[in-house]
């Protein structure tokens, strides 16, 4: 009854925000530019290069939202958040209601509102496009709302009472960490083992601060630890502590969120020379093991050309942290074309604005050393686009004769990650795909060993934050049935 009344008094306050300014309107209002640190000075430093949006700015933003009646933006959000839910809490000022709309679906916002593909996502989908305008800016508002109720919000977490249930979560990237935050509201007693000494997974060691700072992290790590979610560091389930101990210890579910942490290479002439490294070693050092940073000494290579190989996410972040390290020339080399580079637009602009140079439908067919073993330089072939393959993208086709030697002092590999087989090898009968993935129950993230349930990128290979959330929230929801 009381949600009955909730709802129309919602859509009373939706009608009367939509008739408040015409459809027309709103249109005319342009887009908000997200504030950014000039890139001069942010290759300087590790500052995040957004700013986030004004108060004022989100407020005019969410007013450009039509509320739309059958609103595609949800469909195109992996956990289908209730877009124009929030977003109109936002014209309201009502921004702690936004950001309770917005952990209805999705544990992290204002990770999401960061590093999420929205222009793929929810604002591929947006109205606007129809009218051959640019998009409700989704991404910006969330991170907006989830900031600002970080920031200012009253909402005080407490400790639900517990069913004396426990539960382990082998993992603590955005899948373990929503499936831990799902668990412990429901009165769960929760572990989650993390094989590093960081909490966060690939959110702390591999995308950077300058994207991602560690303070947002932690701000959610303090929210579930306050929901008395209990961590242990330095701890590897399936070696520290086998997959049967847990069981024997009293754990009644396992969550394994163990990622896709293991680098592939492209195993081409050369790969081995020092100073060729995979982006996942290279972040790690620079991210999480403090190198280049006062006070620390791990080492690190400091090329003055670098060469980073692949066209992801990872290349960028990979890319743009070398040049933050010092590289006078960094170079993206990617075998297809711009169009077809998996990384998100936001960093290609912006490691184009940092000067990062692309080095598009080249591919690299080995490296030459120096006396010492150092690369020096590598080979690349030209490439041209050819037929479309099985991912839908056009495959990229040698042009005969057409190779290159480039001078380079540091290459960073870049061509993807497989899943850690640690996990998936120590378990019995657990059933593991050919490319070592866990094979799940789409709809429990159940896998082939009863009460063992997996999701994120161990599940699925190399995906996204949000997906990973996702499961993680599903796995959750199977979970307690079950064991309730
Ligand atoms: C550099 C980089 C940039 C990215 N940028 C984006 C982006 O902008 N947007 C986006 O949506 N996605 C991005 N991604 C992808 C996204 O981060 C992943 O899809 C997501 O983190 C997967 O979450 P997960 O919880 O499954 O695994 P992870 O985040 O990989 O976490 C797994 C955790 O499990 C731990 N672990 C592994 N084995 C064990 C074990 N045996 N015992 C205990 N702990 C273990 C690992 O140490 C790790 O901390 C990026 C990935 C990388 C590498």
Request: glycine letters at 10%; aromatic letters at 4%.
């Amino acid at each position: 009854m009381n949600n009955q009344k909730n709802n129309m008094r919602d859509s009373a306050w939706r009608a009367e925000l939509r008739g408040a300014m015409s459809a027309k309107e709103r249109a005319a209002i342009p887009r908000v530019r997200m504030p950014e640190l000039d890139p001069e000075y942010r290759v300087t430093c590790n500052e995040e290069v957004n700013q986030g949006i004004s108060a004022g700015q989100a407020v005019l933003e969410a007013t450009r939202c039509m509320d739309c009646r059958d609103p595609q933006c949800v469909t195109g959000c992996p956990v289908h958040i209730d877009i124009p839910g929030f977003i109109k809490n936002i014209q309201r000022g009502h921004f702690s209601e936004a950001a309770a709309t917005l952990r209805l679906s999705s544990a992290l916002p204002a990770v999401c509102g960061r590093v999420c593909p929205q222009e793929k996502q929810c604002e591929s989908r947006c109205i606007y496009h129809k009218m051959k305008k640019e998009p409700v800016a989704i991404g910006y508002l969330e991170r907006f709302a989830a900031d600002a109720d970080r920031l200012f919000g009253k909402a005080t977490v407490s400790r639900p009472e517990s069913n004396g249930i426990k539960v382990a979560v082998a993992g603590s990237g955005p899948a373990g960490l929503s499936f831990a935050g799902d668990m412990a509201r429901r009165g769960f007693e929760v572990t989650v083992f993390e094989a590093l000494h960081e909490i966060g997974g690939v959110l702390k060691y591999g995308i950077p601060e300058f994207r991602l700072p560690n303070d947002i992290v932690d701000a959610e790590i303090e929210t579930l630890k306050a929901l008395g979610v209990n961590f242990v560091k330095d701890c590897i389930i399936g070696k520290t502590i086998p997959v049967e101990q847990l069981e024997a210890d009293g754990y009644k579910g396992i969550f394994v969120a163990s990622g896709a942490g293991l680098p592939r290479f492209m195993g081409i002439p050369g790969e081995n020379l020092i100073g060729i490294m995979s982006s996942n070693e290279y972040l790690t050092r620079v991210n999480l093991m403090g190198a280049g940073k006062k006070g620390f000494d791990t080492p690190v290579a400091h090329g003055k050309i670098a060469a980073i190989i692949g066209g992801g996410n990872t290349a960028m972040d990979s890319v743009r942290t070398a040049r933050r390290m010092g590289a006078e020339r960094a170079i993206v080399v990617y075998r297809r074309s711009e169009d077809e580079m998996p990384a998100r637009v936001e960093e290609i602009k912006h490691a184009r604005q940092e000067g990062v140079e692309f080095m598009t439908l080249h591919n690299p067919i080995g490296y030459l050393g120096d006396e010492n073993g150092h690369v020096r330089a590598m080979l690349v072939q030209r490439m041209e686009l050819g037929e479309p393959d099985e991912s839908g993208r056009r495959s990229p086709v040698p042009v005969e004769g057409a190779i290159e030697e480039i001078p380079v002092d540091m290459v960073i590999v870049s061509v993807g990650v497989s899943p850690n087989p640690l996990i998936p090898d120590s378990v019995a009968n657990l059933k593991v795909s050919r490319r070592g993935t866990i094979e799940v129950n789409d709809s429990t993230m159940e896998s082939s060993v009863a009460g063992l349930y997996a999701g994120g990128d161990i599940v699925r290979g190399g995906a996204t934050v949000i997906l990973a959330m996702g499961d993680g929230k599903r796995a959750a929801e199977a979970m307690a049935e079950a064991l309730l």
